[in-house]
């Protein structure tokens, strides 16, 4: 069974700041992960899907590894700023109909 | 911007009624799903939807759920006999092919009291 896991739980970083959210699997059979972005009582905002025969996939300052091999992706966030502040969650895709997602990164940024 | 859109925003209703909750995928996707997020809980996987019928559902989509695309546009969720552990925000998602990304409406805030 699937299970994902997200470390840390909460983060607490000064603006401008660079930083990586860690993203771990326990199966490696998957079809691709992608990384979300959800404010407080809000929906998910997709920020980057990347396909399991990838490596990386970047979009401005984001740039998401994976290492299928070793179960795990990372989320690397440069310059970061408060508005960057949100809850993360990495989702992986076993098979492209279901979904499994981790229980997220709550960051802050600090003015 | 194509977006997927969820209505209503939020909806209570009394335990043991129906509910019926509707979206709007993006136009030209094929796959469609229901998540729920129970207040700070992860996000689960309920059921995804291709070509008419359900491809693939979870434990928690029993007998009490169904979903249905009645047109060309809508895709509802019904939950026929609400539970207070219904509680919880649903989303929609749709995507356009199985490796492509999935786009999530804002929510709809079921309260069951």
């Known amino acids: 069974k699937q299970e994902v896991t997200q470390i840390p739980a909460a983060l607490s970083v000064p603006e401008g700041e660079n930083l990586v959210l860690n993203c771990s699997f326990t199966?490696?059979?998957?079809?691709?992960l992608q990384w979300f972005r959800q404010d407080p009582g809000k929906g998910l905002t997709s920020l980057l899907l990347?396909?399991?025969?990838?490596r990386e996939q970047t979009s401005g300052r984001l740039n998401a590894s994976l290492d299928k091999s070793s179960g795990r992706s990372t989320l690397y966030i440069a310059a970061s700023q408060p508005g960057d502040s949100a809850t993360y969650l990495c989702?992986?895709?076993?098979?492209?109909?279901?979904?499994?997602f981790g229980a997220g990164t709550r960051l802050f940024v600090k003015a | 911007e194509p977006e997927v859109t969820q209505t209503p925003s939020h909806q209570v209703t009394q335990m043991g009624q129906e509910v019926i909750l509707r979206c709007v995928p993006i136009?030209?996707?094929?796959?469609f799903y229901w998540y729920r997020q129970i207040l700070g809980q992860k996000v689960e996987f309920l059921v995804s939807?291709?070509?008419?019928?359900?491809?693939?559902k979870s434990e928690i989509f029993d007998d009490q759920f169904s979903v249905e695309r009645p047109d060309g546009s809508n895709f509802t969720l019904k939950i026929r006999s609400t539970k207070l552990e219904d509680s919880a925000m649903y989303f929609c998602?749709?995507?356009?092919?199985?490796?492509?990304?999935?786009?999530f409406g804002q929510g709809t805030r079921l309260t069951v009291v």
């Open positions: 998602a749709s995507r356009s092919g199985l490796n492509t990304e999935a786009f």
């Open positions: 199966d490696s059979a998957i079809y691709n």
């Open positions: 990347i396909q399991s025969s990838q």
């Open positions: 989702a992986v895709s076993t098979g492209g109909f279901k979904t499994i």
């Open positions: 136009s030209n996707h094929l796959y």
């Open positions: 939807f291709y070509n008419n019928e359900i491809s693939e």
